[in-house]
């Protein structure tokens, strides 16, 4: 089956650091890749996704590029703020003719100290 | 743009005692979902409904039942609640048509503790 494995973390860092999540899935096929964040207190959203092999997802000064031949869709962004401390999830979602079936991975915490 | 709401957002039961987690969405989506979040476990799939009138089971459906009363509105019920249920429940939803993936819509969250 399809699976997605990333460092649990936490990962600190002080503002402006460089941050790298790695995430690697296992999957038959060409599937999406999509990364959520989790602000505190808050419900999953959207932060960027990609659809085949060598796209960049981009938003909000994050980026991911999905990696065919190393199954690879690592978040990255060159200058976190305080802002950006959340919890990160890479997920593989699947449209399976009735509802999104997705798998998340176990979520990355993100801690930014000024 | 209310999308989707969660009620309530914190709870404590003590072991053997019911109740219903409620969650409405506004965005005319087909499906909707039930998910529990633990720590170093990620996101797990309790129920789901593809459209209005159906459920079924996720990966971890024992001990909850859900009713998705109209196409708005989907509950999730714990009729006898254990400790191993203590979690942070979140509904989402989704269009679901030809062609996708598509994202997921959660709502804010249930934090609840069973003693």
């Known amino acids: 089956g399809n699976s997605v494995t990333q460092m649990e973390g936490p990962v600190t860092l002080s503002e402006e650091a460089f941050l790298t999540i790695n995430c690697t899935y296992t999957?038959?096929?060409?599937?999406?890749l999509f990364w959520y964040v989790q602000y505190p207190g808050e419900g999953l959203q959207l932060l960027l996704k990609a659809t085949k092999a060598d796209d960049k997802g981009s938003n909000k000064g994050f980026e991911a590029t999905y990696r065919k031949e190393t199954t690879s869709f690592h978040l990255e962004k060159g200058s976190v703020q305080v802002s950006d401390s959340a919890v990160y999830f890479c997920a593989l979602p699947l449209n399976s003719g009735g509802y999104q079936k997705v798998t998340f991975g176990i979520g990355t915490k993100l801690q930014v100290i000024p | 743009n209310a999308g989707v709401t969660q009620t309530p957002k914190f709870q404590v039961l003590k072991t053997g005692q019911s109740m219903t987690l409620q969650c409405a969405q506004d965005?005319?989506?087909?499906?909707m979902y039930w998910y529990r979040q633990d720590p170093g476990m990620g996101l797990r799939l309790i129920y789901y409904?593809?459209?209005?009138?159906?459920?079924d089971k996720g990966e971890v459906p024992n001990g909850y039942n859900v009713s998705r009363l109209n196409k708005r509105e989907f509950s999730l019920r714990l009729e006898s609640a254990a400790p191993s249920q203590t979690s942070v429940y979140f509904c989402?939803?989704?269009?679901?048509?030809?062609?996708?993936?598509?994202?997921?819509?959660f709502g804010s969250g249930t934090q609840l503790s069973v003693l």
């Open positions: 965005m005319n989506h087909n499906s």
């Open positions: 409904s593809a459209s209005e009138g159906t459920t």
């Open positions: 999957a038959t096929g060409y599937p999406s």
């Open positions: 989402a939803s989704s269009y679901n048509r030809e062609g996708g993936p598509e994202k997921l819509f």
